[in-house]
């Protein structure tokens, strides 16, 4: 199992570079020792994915960078925070764990970063 922390509201809106809501700022393997920082921060979330491999999210912590390899989002993909699961991320509590299928809906609910797009 891996633990994801999520970001759940803009780090610096218009900010390149900054995080989105929808981030994935770390997958981390499961029992991973949160800060208490990680932990009650209100604009993160920290979600179980039970059976699901670290390797198999690693990908959602890599950023998008500019042709001259500068960074225009932090992380080139992310939850569309407008679907069900954004909204589920929005009023989560700060630990929660998914089922398997919600695994699923929560990879399907990822869109990629590109100019102008935003959380």
Known sequence: MCEVLFRIADKAPGQIGAALAGDVIVVCPDGHPWTVAERTN???????????????????????????????FKRAQGVDMTTAVGEWLTIAPQESAVSAEAVLEIIDATVARDEG???
């Open 42 to 72: 209100p604009e993160w979330r920290i979600v179980q994915f039970p059976g699901v491999d670290v390797a198999l999210l690693r990908s959602y912590e890599v950023p998008q960078l500019d042709p001259a390899g500068g960074v225009m």
């Open 117 to 119: 797009a935003g959380g």
